[in-house]
């Protein structure tokens, strides 16, 4: 049999047969053989996973529940507060009280400075900065604005005689982290030492500065609603007033400040 060589295709024939291809819809190239892709693939089965290795250890004990004794630092805090017999007893019941977490990230405790015989005793909220680093209270910029005001009034903390003499404190002993305000619970703890810090120190009327200092003693907050009235703190009248950081921070309020000065004065002159 002969057989006959392919007749050529020419481009131009090869070109018009591929266009019809493509106007049928015939563009993906798949092999010589026709696919009928009407029929269903089975897929086969996955591979059974293996069984789980069988367990060799011993079994874990049951975790054993220690329990914990809870202790409440503000009945501590009044128990060492209470068996204070002087200033000296006070200041180390306050350093060998470790249930405050303050203590933790202070350099120093800022427990007072003044004369102790003073008829006015000032409390103010807690140490800052340079406080923590020199462990007295007021000796940073707002204490330095306090002692020209009080001295304006006739009141030195460093004055010898007890007329003209304050004392200082702060309800926290320890500065707060980023000079932020103590919280409710810090406050409570402390406030047992800062009772009995009154109690011996005996003073005749007392100058709460700020927010905190009004929380502790008045239970109460909203210092420039309270302050420039005087209040009841510790048995004794008590005048709130503003932090002299505040005077720092908006020096508009220093004739808040100076008004509520001016009461203290003329309250020692009726004594």
């Known amino acids: 049999m002969e057989t006959r060589p392919a007749p ?14 493509i106007e049928l819809g015939a563009t993906d190239p798949i ?28 079994p874990r004990p049951a975790p054993v529940l220690v329990p914990v004794d809870t202790v409440d630092p503000v009945a501590v805090a009044r128990g060492l507060a209470a068996r204070a017999m002087t200033l000296e007893d006070l200041r180390a019941a306050i350093l060998g009280f470790d249930h405050c977490p303050l203590k933790l990230g202070a350099r120093n405790t800022v ?3 003044g004369n102790p015989k003073a008829r006015v005793m000032l409390i103010g909220e807690a140490p800052g900065k340079d406080e923590d680093a020199q462990g007295k209270p007021f000796v940073g910029r707002a204490g330095q604005l306090l002692d020209r005001m009080l001295a304006a009034v006739g009141l030195d903390r460093a004055a010898p005689d007890p007329a003209t003499a304050v004392y200082i404190t702060n309800v926290m002993p320890w500065r707060p982290p980023g000079n932020r305000e103590p919280e409710a619970a810090e406050i409570a703890m402390m406030g047992p030492f800062l009772a009995r810090h009154v109690e011996l120190v005996d003073p005749d009327l007392i100058v709460l500065m700020g927010n905190t200092a009004c929380a502790a003693a008045l239970n109460a907050r909203g210092i420039t609603r309270l302050r420039g009235t005087w209040a009841q703190a510790f048995g004794r009248p008590a005048l709130p007033t503003l932090h002299p950081a505040n005077l720092l921070r908006t020096p508009i309020n220093k004739r808040l400040v100076w008004a509520d000065l001016l009461e203290l004065r003329a309250k020692l002159n009726a004594l």
Do not use: K, M
């Open 111 to 113: 427990f007072s400075d």
């Open 31 to 58: 092999g010589d053989a026709p696919v009928n892709r009407y029929d269903l693939v089975t897929p086969e089965p996955a591979p059974a996973a293996p069984p789980p290795p069988a367990e060799t250890r011993a």
């Open 8 to 21: 050529e295709i020419s481009y131009d024939a090869a070109l018009a047969a591929f266009e019809w291809l």
